[in-house]
């Protein structure tokens, strides 16, 4: 079989025992429309450090389904490093990330395949429409992608998230990368490659709720602007000229005003004024400066990016 021929889906899933059950027939099918393609395809399902039911209702769809493999990690990592544990095992052919709570339809996978037939190394969805997410969500997602593209040099096409089909070189090339703030979004858009986008509406949850919150999704957006780009610093470096600009034209003004009409040691709200202002801009600038530093402080720890607990690869991998 060539490179071509093979496909592994990979989905994360952190704490999804009610949206699996629902969501595998539906792969399953797909892969059976697949392999009258002449296309043969796996399924691994990671299971991000769930806490509910989520592995053992795996374990059970494994028992039920030859074409299926499971990986544990140790403990909840993140959707991001659950992704790259699966995408690290696939080392034949091509792989197709979902989300585990079909969000992502898995009937559309047929067309991301067609196009890597034809060459392409990474199809990714595009969302027309996102259905089920409140305007909070939408806008600030929407608002996200535009200022990312503006940051940052790598391409990061909009609306699109890991809903995507990798091809055998990109997935390898995606291996060289190991930061460990890992927005993959922007991984995918750096290695490059022949990239084409699907368009899709994007569904409902099937169940339970998003791990997404406010607050997580401003802590991905810091990671993706940080990982991505440097312009914050730079942002800091125009705002401190900016200042001392302002600051030389104040003092010759105060200077100016003090020799023509003396001095009464007036004043004190102007003082108070520049004095917290100037206080507040360094501190910003000095978090800014943090929050890279921060990261660079993980990076160089080189730690693993995650561990594993259990790995079953699909019962019937030895056939292929
Ligand atoms: N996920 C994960 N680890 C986490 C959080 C989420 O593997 O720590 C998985 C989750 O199971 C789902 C996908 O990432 O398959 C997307 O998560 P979610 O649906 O909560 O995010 P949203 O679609 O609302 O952005
Ligand atoms: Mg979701």
Same mark, same amino acid.
């Given at each position: ?10 989905i ?12 595998? !027939? ?32 795996? $374990? ?39 989300d585990?709570?079909? $969000?992502?339809? !898995? @009937? ?33 997602a ?6 990312? $593209?503006?940051?940052?040099?790598? !391409?990061?096409?909009?609306?699109t ?10 997935l ?15 991984l ?7 990239r ?31 990982s ?67 990261r660079?402080?993980? @990076? ?21």
């Amino acid at each position: 079989m060539s490179a071509h021929d093979r496909l592994t889906f990979v989905i994360a899933a952190y704490e999804e025992e009610n949206a699996l059950p629902v969501l595998h !027939p539906r792969i399953a099918r797909v892969m059976d429309a697949l392999a009258a393609d002449g296309i043969s395809s796996r399924v691994l399902y990671i299971d991000d450090g769930s806490g509910d039911a989520t592995w053992s209702v795996l $374990q059970g769809i494994a028992a039920g389904d030859a074409r299926v493999g499971l990986l544990r990690l140790s403990r909840n990592f993140g959707k991001e490093v659950a992704l790259t544990a699966g995408l690290d095992l696939v080392t034949e052919g091509a792989a197709m990330i979902l989300d585990a709570d079909g $969000q992502d339809p !898995p @009937e559309l996978v047929p067309q991301f395949v067609a196009h890597w037939r034809a060459g392409y190394d990474d199809v990714h969805g595009t969302r027309l429409s996102r259905d089920g997410e409140g305007w909070l969500k939408r806008g600030t997602a929407h608002a996200f992608y535009r200022v990312m $593209q503006r940051l940052a040099k790598t !391409p990061i096409p909009a609306d699109t998230g890991d809903y995507r089909l990798l091809s055998e070189r990109a997935l390898s090339a995606l291996r060289q990368v190991r930061e460990r703030h890992r927005f993959m979004k922007g991984l995918f858009g750096w290695i490059g490659f022949n990239r084409i986008a699907v368009p899709y509406a994007r569904e409902r949850r099937i169940a339970g709720r998003t791990k997404f919150g406010f607050w997580r999704l401003w802590n991905f957006a810091l990671d993706g602007i940080t990982s991505f780009s440097t312009a914050p610093l730079r942002l800091a470096t125009y705002v401190g000229v900016f200042t001392a600009c302002g600051a030389f034209a104040f003092a010759l003004y105060v200077v100016g005003k003090a020799m023509l009409y003396g001095d009464r040691v007036a004043g004190w709200p102007t003082m108070m004024a520049v004095i917290l202002f100037l206080g507040g801009v360094q501190l910003v600038a000095l978090g800014v400066i943090g929050e890279y530093l921060g990261r660079l402080y993980e @990076e160089s720890k080189q730690r693993p990016l995650y561990l594993v607990s259990a790995w079953h690869p699909a019962a019937d991998a030895e056939q292929r």
